[in-house]
């Protein structure tokens, strides 16, 4: 992702002229394009379509020449134009830090990644963007008084599309999307690595290619296509760019329901490469953000690979297991799904090994499994019990401690035999009761909770 301090990070300021030679290049190759025999009717209509786009493009570029040419004869004062692209603001929004922007710029600026003020480089407090009426009004009174027509905001029409999209840009995407159906694997292996760089640096993108009907579906049969061991890199980049679609909020529900997407992601998941499956992984915890994606992607057998990823991948790739592991364990069927799968074995043995650097995560999944009954048997079995009694002993971490006694909560109300090794804990090192005064308040709850458990069975005793 770009981070230039050169503030073009937005993606949508490239000149007029820089552009229209482009576009005249592309009408020209779409007029030789047009079969002289009539050809097949729906690819001479996608012709024309595509002809007319690029026809608007190109009034759209003479319209905002003649606009820039009659500013810069009258002389727009400095307030009113916007830091990012120098052009005057037609929807100007205030940041977090005070300056003023074009909405188009500033959003497309954000959502690239940036959490700086391009002017300022402080760092934002938050990503809101207010109106600024005020401006507003200002420019919209000087223009009047220069005889100049203010352009509406720039968000759906025009050369700049939503979130900075540009008419060049969905002309480029058709152009890649053309190459990715082509017979030849060389041409279809340039096309997908260029579009993971694109969806990589231009959010633009992300939203362009979910809005691009029958995108998604061809990037899919790409990854159908792309054998594994044959042509890994294909498989990478195609997995890499739908990880990318998914972080745009639109495309989530786009992506799963397309019905080959998840299946396809989960063969990835299993028979990629390393970075494929972290990828993989990656991009079904991006997915599950949505609950109903979390039904979908548990039903259709990913937590057994995912599992598999967190036991035996690499240090990124349990860490992108682990995520996926958590979101989708938060709908109450996936935790069922994740016992059977061996997921507590797998997860205590991340916990006991420190050197994973997982010890945070795997205990946030064990505490909501820990609601399953198989799950906590599985945790008596393994040694889970002086495990956990050693986090809450010894961990620095007020939610490793939490969570690690929330199991114990759990582990100690399902089989009373474990009372005892926790009895030996407590008469030796006091944890619990330490825990009971200086935890968190959940934290402080579990332990008075046990502790009032083990008074009980003393005094029944």
């Known amino acids: 992702m770009g981070r230039s301090e050169r503030m073009d990070g937005a993606g949508a300021g490239a000149s007029p002229s820089r552009k229209a030679p482009e576009l005249k290049r592309e009408l020209l190759r779409l007029v030789r394009a047009i079969p002289e025999d009539g050809g097949e009717e729906r690819r001479v209509g996608e012709v024309f379509d595509r002809i007319e786009r690029t026809v ?48 188009a710029y500033i959003q497309a600026w954000l959502n690239a990644g940036h959490r700086t003020c391009p002017r300022t480089q402080q760092v934002l407090s938050h990503v809101i963007l207010t109106p600024n009426y005020l401006v507003r009004n200002m420019i919209q009174q000087w223009c009047e008084s220069q005889g100049i027509e203010l352009p509406a905001p720039q968000n759906g029409t025009g050369d700049i599309y939503q979130e900075g999209i540009t008419e060049g840009e969905r002309i480029h995407l058709d152009s890649l999307l053309e190459r990715m159906a082509f017979p030849s694997i060389e041409q279809q292996k340039q096309a997908a690595k260029e579009l993971r760089l694109l969806t990589k640096r231009m959010p633009s993108f992300r939203a362009l290619l979910g809005e691009t009907p029958d995108a998604i579906p061809l990037l899919l049969s790409l990854l ?19 990880l990318n679609l ?13 019905p080959e997407a998840i299946p396809l992601l989960i063969k990835a998941l299993k028979k990629g490469s390393m970075e494929t ?4 992984a990656a991009t079904l915890f991006t997915l599950s953000a949505l609950d109903a994606n979390k039904v979908k992607i548990g039903e259709a057998g990913a937590i057994s690979p995912l599992v598999e990823l967190l036991d035996q991948g690499s240090s990124m790739a349990k860490k992108d297991a682990a995520a996926a592991i958590f979101n989708l364990c938060i709908m109450h069927d996936n935790r069922a799904r994740a016992v059977r799968d061996g997921a507590v074995r797998v997860l205590l043995k991340t916990i006991m090994d420190e050197s994973a650097g997982l010890v945070d995560e795997s205990l946030a999944i064990l505490a909501i ?3 399953n009954q198989q799950a906590l048997e599985e945790i008596g079995r393994n040694g889970g019990t002086r495990c956990i009694l050693d986090i809450i002993r010894e ?21 009373r035999t474990k009372l005892k090794e926790v009895r030996e804990e407590e008469d030796e090192n006091g944890s619990l ?11 402080r709850r579990k332990a008075a909770s046990i502790l009032e458990r083990l008074r009980r069975v003393a005094n029944t005793a």
């Open 369 to 371: 499994l820990s609601s």
């Open 224 to 242: 159908s296509r792309a054998d594994s061991d044959h042509h890994p890199e294909v498989q990478e980049d195609v997995v890499t760019t739908i």
């Open 277 to 280: 499956r972290s990828n993989s």
């Open 433 to 443: 009761t330490v825990l009971s005064q200086n935890g968190t308040s959940r934290a």
């Open 56 to 103: 608007r493009a190109l009034r759209g570029l003479k319209h905002r020449r003649t606009l820039s040419q009659k500013l810069d004869a009258a002389g727009v004062p400095e307030q009113f134009l916007c830091p990012i692209s120098s052009e005057l603001m037609k929807d100007p929004v205030i940041l977090a830090t005070g300056q003023t922007y074009d909405r």
């Open 395 to 415: 961990s620095t971490s007020g939610r490793n401690r939490e969570n690690a006694v929330a199991v114990l909560h759990a582990v100690c109300w399902n089989d």
């Open 246 to 258: 998914s972080i745009h909020d639109e495309n989530k529900k786009i992506v799963t329901d397309t």
